[in-house]
């Protein structure tokens, strides 16, 4: 490989942090492609969105990112369960032809209005966020250094994957929502009703994607077009770790996190070979384990 | 017959146009038109009949594009052998993303499409003799014979290949390739039980529907004498494409050319008049309202209003 013993170990350890970014953005699709199996490629468009959001309420009220991510869910939770509505209503609950095709334009689409009205309200420019752990970084031994924003966010990303699982195996709504994905007409017969679950947990992937959104704006500035590069690498985890399997899904980040580091610094690849590498991976995977990892 | 007829008489009025607009412009806009007939017919092969959403467009269309240009720097070989190559290496791309993920449900196909896109250009970037980031200047060839301007003899060749794609698209509707695709796209299990042979037929369709969009793309850099990995391999082709027969309606062969030709053209104007994120807007939305009231594009609502079945 030609490639210095401590630049590589700086690689892994930068790629491990990533990795977990990685996961918590993936998160939201995890649940809304994983386990709803709704075409949701407007997931980075909506996370985009949610920097945006951020952004603006930051700079608004002067608070944290993160602070401000969390104060934002809410209001991206009630999105997130409008949009499965609207989708229920007009393509699942029609059912038949060419629903799928028809469900993949919307979200499409859907991401392009986003998009462009991102360009519209804010411009092209790349916007970013002022916080005191913004711009230091902690030195490590061997002259390491680790940008804290990346530490923060990675944090952040573990908080929010522990959280999501626990949520998903402990609770009954989370039960619920692994139970419709399973066997839906099961789950009618049981008297539950498996629109309102799937609904709640529509609005629970979108609320995680403006967390998403949060960390985004932490690690770099964020531009509108920013979502094209994430429809890879978020479509890459999920279905490298199996779809809906959260601990895939921590797995599956990493792993693109490590093979992304690498190829940044390895001397022949390089910065220009990095966007590709989500979609090799993504393909690599659907040709030779279309289950994933960790499929069911 | 009819259709023929209908063939013929199109060729002679771009003819026509050739010989008596003298306005270059129109021919700049009209080329860019007849290219999103190509293309939306092209998708349409897949994504239409077969139900297969194909975002991919950009990656066969720039494959299309860079072949031509690469054969013209090492032997500047005429323009249908460019073509001719470009329809070559697109479709051999189409079978090799088609073998690789047609097995698999309809969004994976898709996602796999993005995929082959980002990894064509970043292979485009990365390569130097094809200009790397940069691009590559190319010098027209002098404009031959019966044309005046190398643009026009553009121009009328994108409109004989969108007439003969149009006829291929029709073609395939009509024999047993399109019943074996629409019987796909109606339940894929019930055709696999039927003993259509579902995977080869995919093949078949992602294959010519990925040398169209060669094609398609073959003449550009001749058209900008330039081309450079950014803009060739946009995602708004992909846009146009497959809003073009969503618009139009994706059952008939006619659908994706009203589509095209619509949006192709407003969008000329709307980029020239006010600007080109509202154009990308305004594609998004007619994409989304057109899924959502009228399902079936334009043909639809018209056999909705005149009753025809």
Redesign the interface.
Known sequence: MGIPLDLLLEAVLFGILLGGFYAAVSMGLSVS?GLLDV?N?AHPAIMVSGSYCTYFVVGRFGLDPIVAGVALTPLFFLLGMAVYRFYYE?FEKRGG??T???G???F???A??I???L??AFGVDQRMVEAPYIGKSLVLVNDIRIPMRTLVAFGAAIVLTVALTLYMSKTFTGRAIKAVAQDEPALRLMGANPVRIKQWAFGIATATSVLAGAMLIIVGPVEPGMD?DY??RT?AVV?LAGLGSMTGTVAAGLILGISESIVLIHPSLGA??A??VS??L??VI??VR?QGLFGR | MRFWIGAAVVAAALVAMAALVSYEYFFFAGYTVLMFVVLATAWNILGGYAGYVNFGTPAFFGLGAYSAAVLYKATAAPLIVQIALAALMAGMLGFGAGLLTLRLRGIFFAIATIAVTVIMQTVFINWRYAGGATGLQLLRPPTIAPFDSYIKMLFIVMGVSAIASVAIARYIERSWLGRGLRAIRDSEEAAEASGVPTLRLKLIACTISGALMGVAGAPMPMYLSFIEPASTFNLNYAVGALASPMIGGTAHWLGPVIGAVLLSSLQQIITVTISSEINVLLVGALLVVFIVVAPDGILGLARRIFGKR
Request: charged share 15%; proline share 8%; hydrophobic share 65%.
């Open positions: 492609f075409p490629v007009v032809r060419e799928g095709v028809r993949i334009a919307f499409f689409g859907l392009l209005i998009e462009v009205g360009i519209l094209r429809i890879g479509f279905v220009s070979w966007p590709a979609f090799i993504l393909l659907l040709g279309p």
